[in-house]
């Protein structure tokens, strides 16, 4: 069950396509990247018809999924400058700032309690092989002018934040925020239908295609023509025949507990920053406001494909490990109950950030790959997508994310069968890394594959 869908309330579903229909921009995709798609074209371009086709209910899938932790890009920086130089680096980290503070400021424009709250984000150690992990992006933002941006921190300080038998010295993103998932993905759709966009729910598109007239996309109740789309769809985009060599697809899974104010005083955990580890299969967790724990794995199987569903979104042995893991991290959780468990898709790109471009017809905009750190950059790419989609060649459009180069996903069942492989060796050593002991060589060459493939793991 997912418990932020259930929290949010009843919503009254839209009506599917029925019939033919044109409009000026067709949106597929009623997720975050999608709908903050469809709103900035309603504000650049007020009088045209807009058309967002979602094939289950908005906020149902990864949007309405995740932990709520509203990032920029920060803690990636160094990452960002060795793929894009320093320059692209700062410019794709501050526009993405500016989206998390945007989000902020629309849920209050809009009166939508969506629990957007400030308070940065902590990343830690869990074991002594992932400290300083951190540090290359420290630096990184330090030489770049932006030292305020990702802060060190010391064990004693991170314990006064959240003292936790698991977590030693880590870094601090005070630029970051939380927020209820799928109260703003709800919410968003509703504003969307208030300013007269029309969002069809229940409606998948079957086919996507390039004619001389537009853009044709076909549902199984009827179809939509556009003079362009835009496919914002996240993992099911590996299942779109453009696509499907961009992108692999994993899982997370997390829980959330019944309220426990107590265990958040003794831990001192009272100042609201979401947290997670620096290990490539992280641990995350963030408070609520009613003084929940939510606490997720981005450990998950592989996916084949675009097989969504299933154990993608419920897998009991991986509840069962995540349940297993909060303890290590919070014992005194022991025999205290859980609200909900589930879990969801992720969409990861071969450079572990968002992929935004358009395909060679020039009238279909795509983005995808947010590697399960989608909040704060689904609306910057929104952004971009609008710029693309108007034709407005402009700042967001020159930003490094806008069809970077990379290598390709290896093509199914390589995919599938590589990426287990991975997973299982990764699995391996930070089992070991938690015991204090070093993977044994073959372990570390599998792992170490990927970057040999060009593919980078980790966020």
């Given at each position: 069950?997912?418990?932020?869908?259930?929290?949010?309330?009843?919503?009254?579903?839209?009506?599917?396509?029925?019939?033919?229909?044109?409009?000026?921009?067709?949106?597929?995709?009623?997720?975050?990247?999608?709908?903050?798609?469809?709103?900035?074209?309603?504000?650049?371009?007020?009088?045209?018809?807009?058309?967002?086709?979602?094939?289950?209910?908005?906020?149902?899938?990864?949007?309405?999924?995740?932990?709520?932790?509203?990032?920029?890009?920060?803690?990636?920086?160094?990452?960002?400058?060795?793929?894009?130089?320093?320059?692209?680096?700062?410019?794709?980290?501050?526009?993405?700032?500016?989206?998390?503070?945007?989000?902020?400021?629309?849920?209050?424009?809009?009166?939508?309690?969506?629990?957007?709250?400030?308070?940065?984000?902590?990343?830690?150690?869990?074991?002594?092989?992932?400290?300083?992990?951190?540090?290359?992006?420290?630096?990184?933002?330090?030489?770049?002018?932006?030292?305020?941006?990702?802060?060190?921190?010391?064990?004693?300080?991170?314990?006064?934040?959240?003292?936790?038998?698991?977590?030693?010295?880590?870094?601090?993103?005070?630029?970051?925020?939380?927020?209820?998932?799928?109260?703003?993905?709800?919410?968003?759709?509703?504003?969307?239908?208030?300013?007269?966009?029309?969002?069809?729910?229940?409606?998948?598109?079957?086919?996507?295609?390039?004619?001389?007239?537009?853009?044709?996309?076909?549902?199984?109740?009827?179809?939509?023509?556009?003079?362009?789309?835009?496919?914002?769809?996240?993992?099911?985009?590996?299942?779109?025949?453009?696509?499907?060599?961009?992108?692999?697809?994993?899982?997370?899974?997390?829980?959330?507990?019944?309220?426990?104010?107590?265990?958040?005083?003794?831990?001192?955990?009272?100042?609201?920053?979401?947290?997670?580890?620096?290990?490539?299969?992280?641990?995350?967790?963030?408070?609520?406001?009613?003084?929940?724990?939510?606490?997720?794995?981005?450990?998950?199987?592989?996916?084949?494909?675009?097989?969504?569903?299933?154990?993608?979104?419920?897998?009991?042995?991986?509840?069962?490990?995540?349940?297993?893991?909060?303890?290590?991290?919070?014992?005194?959780?022991?025999?205290?109950?859980?609200?909900?468990?589930?879990?969801?898709?992720?969409?990861?790109?071969?450079?572990?950030?968002?992929?935004?471009?358009?395909?060679?017809?020039?009238?279909?905009?795509?983005?995808?790959?947010?590697?399960?750190?989608?909040?704060?950059?689904?609306?910057?790419?929104?952004?971009?997508?609008?710029?693309?989609?108007?034709?407005?060649?402009?700042?967001?459009?020159?930003?490094?994310?806008?069809?970077?180069?990379?290598?390709?996903?290896?093509?199914?069942?390589?995919?599938?069968?590589?990426?287990?492989?991975?997973?299982?060796?990764?699995?391996?050593?930070?089992?070991?890394?938690?015991?204090?002991?070093?993977?044994?060589?073959?372990?570390?060459?599998?792992?170490?594959?990927?970057r040999r493939l060009g593919i980078h793991m980790g966020r």
């Amino acid at each position: 069950m997912v418990y932020w869908l259930q929290e949010a309330g009843p919503r009254t579903a839209t009506q599917p396509l029925n019939g033919d229909a044109r409009a000026d921009f067709v949106v597929v995709g009623g997720g975050y990247a999608g709908l903050w798609t469809a709103w900035a074209l309603r504000e650049q371009a007020p009088d045209a018809r807009i058309v967002v086709l979602e094939a289950r209910a908005c906020g149902e899938g990864p949007s309405g999924r995740n932990a709520g932790f509203v990032n920029s890009f920060w803690h990636r920086i160094a990452d960002l400058a060795a793929e894009f130089g320093d320059a692209a680096a700062l410019e794709v980290c501050r526009e993405a700032s500016r989206s998390v503070g945007a989000i902020g400021a629309w849920a209050d424009e809009q009166g939508l309690d969506v629990w957007f709250r400030k308070r940065g984000h902590l990343k830690a150690a869990a074991n002594p092989a992932q400290e300083g992990r951190w540090l290359d992006s420290v630096q990184a933002c330090a030489r770049l002018g932006a030292p305020e941006e990702f802060v060190s921190l010391s064990a004693d300080d991170v314990r006064s934040r959240c003292s936790s038998p698991r977590l030693g010295a880590g870094a601090f993103m005070p630029s970051s925020a939380t927020v209820h998932p799928a109260r703003l993905a709800l919410g968003l759709r509703d504003a969307l239908l208030e300013a007269g966009v029309s969002v069809h729910e229940r409606t998948r598109a079957r086919r996507i295609g390039a004619r001389r007239d537009g853009v044709m996309v076909e549902t199984d109740g009827g179809r939509v023509l556009a003079p362009s789309a835009v496919v914002a769809i996240n993992a099911a985009a590996a299942g779109f025949r453009p696509l499907r060599g961009r992108l692999a697809v994993t899982s997370s899974h997390m829980l959330i507990t019944d309220p426990v104010p107590d265990v958040l005083e003794r831990a001192g955990w009272t100042g609201d920053e979401c947290i997670s580890t620096a290990g490539t299969y992280l641990h995350y967790f963030r408070t609520t406001p009613d003084h929940r724990i939510a606490f997720g794995w981005g450990g998950g199987r592989i996916a084949y494909g675009a097989r969504l569903g299933g154990r993608v979104e419920d897998d009991a042995a991986l509840a069962e490990r995540v349940s297993a893991d909060l303890l290590t991290f919070f014992p005194e959780l022991r025999g205290r109950g859980i609200a909900g468990a589930w879990g969801g898709p992720v969409d990861v790109s071969p450079i572990h950030l968002p992929e935004v471009g358009t395909l060679p017809d020039g009238r279909i905009h795509y983005v995808h790959g947010f590697t399960g750190n989608g909040v704060g950059p689904a609306h910057l790419a929104g952004r971009i997508l609008a710029s693309l989609v108007l034709d407005r060649r402009d700042e967001l459009t020159r930003l490094a994310l806008v069809e970077p180069a990379h290598a390709p996903v290896p093509p199914e069942p390589l995919r599938y069968l590589g990426g287990t492989l991975v997973r299982a060796a990764l699995l391996r050593k930070e089992a070991r890394e938690d015991a204090g002991l070093e993977a044994d060589p073959l372990t570390e060459l599998i792992v170490d594959l990927p970057r040999r493939l060009g593919i980078h793991m980790g966020r």
